[in-house]
T-cell receptor, first 115, second 113 residues
Framework: GAGVSQSPSNKVTEKGKDVELRCDPI?????LYWYRQSLGQGLEFLIY????????KSGLPSDRFSAERTGGSVSTLTIQRTQQEDSAVYLC?????????????FGPGTRLTVL | AQSVTQLGSHVSVSEGALVLLRCNYS??????LFWYVQYPNQGLQLLLK??????LVKGINGFEAEFKKSETSFHLTKPSAHMSDAAEYFC???????????FGSGTRLSIRP
């Protein structure tokens, strides 16, 4: 498909476990974003990658959260020692460039439930 | 600093009625403004965006929004609601770099038959 894909679509885990969420951006998109959407809340910016530049991690809520982007394409968001408050939908988006105010294309999200 | 406020977490209108979803922003620099729509179990999709060109912006599915600097508003409207318009709508504001788009808390639009 040509859109942003995310896997898994749903993830149920136990408190204290680590989880990895994957994002495949649109081919050729240099910018990649992770957001968190909690029930009844707006989108919370987590982290952003642009090309080979150092990522903007200013939105990560704690040091349990980390993300990497390999080869400028696929990104993985890792949450260590998950807590119940981490339960949310995690959305990934990509765009051609941040400087062109281009449209962000969103994936369908990963719904994370921490028991 | 930038922020965006969406008035009304839930709006319900009758099919065929006017849709008005309110968004007010705060920005110390000329803003870039966006409306996104999220259908159930899907990601967000761009409806329209304002990037300092025309103040009246037309988007997909018959939606439009008007940038009013004096009111710091960017309300979303549609003359006649369709059942298919039922979704969550997010207003967002960006600075000179789109890396920090700030999203509002969203407005859920319901359409009554």
């Amino acid at each position: 498909g040509a859109g942003v894909s995310q896997s898994p679509s749903n993830k149920v885990t136990e408190k204290g476990k680590d989880v990895e969420l994957r994002c495949d951006p649109i081919s050729g998109h240099t910018a990649l974003y992770w957001y968190r959407q909690s029930l009844g809340q707006g989108l919370e910016f987590l982290i952003y990658f642009q090309g080979n530049s150092a990522p903007d991690k200013s939105g990560l809520p704690s040091d349990r959260f980390s993300a990497e982007r390999t080869g400028g394409s696929v990104s993985t968001l890792t949450i260590q020692r998950t807590q119940q408050e981490d339960s949310a939908v995690y959305l990934c988006a990509s765009s051609l460039s941040t400087s062109s105010y281009g449209e962000q294309f969103f994936g369908p999200g990963t719904r994370l439930t921490v028991l | 600093a930038q922020s965006v406020t969406q008035l009304g977490s839930h709006v319900s209108v009758s099919e065929g009625a006017l849709v008005l979803l309110r968004c007010n922003y705060s920005s110390s620099v000329p803003p870039y403004l966006f409306w996104y729509v999220q259908y159930p179990n899907q990601g967000l999709q761009l409806l329209l965006k304002y990037t300092s060109a025309a103040t009246l912006v037309k988007g997909i599915n018959g939606f439009e929004a008007e940038f009013k600097k004096s009111e710091t508003s960017f309300h979303l409207t549609k003359p006649s609601a369709h059942m298919s318009d039922a979704a969550e709508y997010f207003c967002a504001v960006g600075p000179s770099s789109a890396s920090k788009i700030i999203f509002g808390s969203g407005t859920r639009l319901s359409i009554r038959p």
